[in-house]
């Protein structure tokens, strides 16, 4: 039987693994809600140690959705001012999504009663800024640090290019300001322009199908799942610009 209690908490434990977002900030694993769907979530009675194990989450979805940013961007070569400035976006999307998890679980551990000493025990590993901000629903933006600063600079260096992030420092504080504004109420982080990225007339003159903070599109989508006959024979980018007037 202790065994079984083991078994059952170390699960819980690793409910969150490394890589858990895709590169468009999206999470593809299967939670709690899934289970749900079936008649299996388990009713926990302990609020302050599922609290905690929520907690641990967090910060593991956290760092997942960082690295979003840096996987993106410091992989080596040369990088686009535009790819640094869409990695940030779809970071903020992944980080937007833990934040919100994050409160919807201090909510319901307050609705199962837990103790203001087990809350606090509980987030104990959680800044009190980001904390109090979270209990607000207010959504605080990835910083980008010195270091990944640094970083930038030194890979440019070595391959003798410019440095892609001075490019795109000013308007990736434009972003995050607009994303200090979003409420973790949202149902999800609305869609948010990337400036940089190639217009339509310049992307149908160069040929290039990069289509970078969209998400999936699938083949069924580009092809209008052939009910539009008009699309058949072009290029995915002038198929997308029929179907959703923008790329």
């Known amino acids: 039987m202790l065994e079984k209690k083991k078994e059952k908490e170390e699960r819980e434990r690793?409910?969150?693994?490394?890589?858990?977002?895709?590169?468009?900030?999206?999470?593809?694993?299967?939670?709690?809600e899934f289970q749900g769907l079936f008649g299996f979530r388990s009713i926990n009675v302990n609020p302050e140690r599922t609290l905690?194990?929520?907690?641990?989450?967090?910060?593991?979805?956290?760092?997942?959705?960082?690295?979003?940013?840096?996987?993106?961007?410091?992989?080596?070569?040369?990088?686009?001012?535009?790819?640094?400035v869409d990695a940030y976006i779809n970071a903020n999307r992944a980080l937007f999504a833990v934040k919100k998890d994050l409160k919807l679980d201090m909510d319901a551990a307050r609705t199962l009663n837990v103790s203001e000493s087990g809350f606090n025990s509980a987030t104990d590993r959680i800044s009190n800024v980001e904390k109090n901000s979270i209990d607000n629903n207010v959504f605080r933006p990835i910083s980008i640090s010195t270091d990944v600063r640094k970083a930038f600079a030194e890979n440019a260096a070595k391959i003798g290019e410019a440095d892609p992030y001075q490019e795109a420092a000013s308007t990736i504080n434009q972003i995050?300001?607009?994303?200090?504004?979003i409420s973790l109420e949202e149902t999800e982080l609305p869609f948010i322009e990337n400036p940089l990225l190639p217009t339509a007339a310049e992307n149908t003159i160069t040929g290039s199908n990069t289509i970078p903070n969209l998400g999936e599109v699938t083949e069924a989508q580009l092809s209008g799942s052939v009910q539009n006959n008009s699309l058949q024979g072009k290029t995915s980018v002038q198929k997308l610009l029929e179907l959703f007037g923008r790329v």
């Open 14 to 32: 690793e409910r969150i693994t490394t890589g858990k977002f895709d590169e468009y900030g999206q999470d593809y694993e299967f939670g709690d």
């Open 52 to 84: 905690r194990y929520k907690v641990a989450d967090f910060q593991r979805g956290s760092r997942d959705s960082r690295s979003l940013f840096t996987r993106v961007t410091l992989k080596g070569g040369p990088v686009e001012p535009r790819e640094v």
């Open 176 to 181: 995050r300001q607009e994303l200090a504004d």
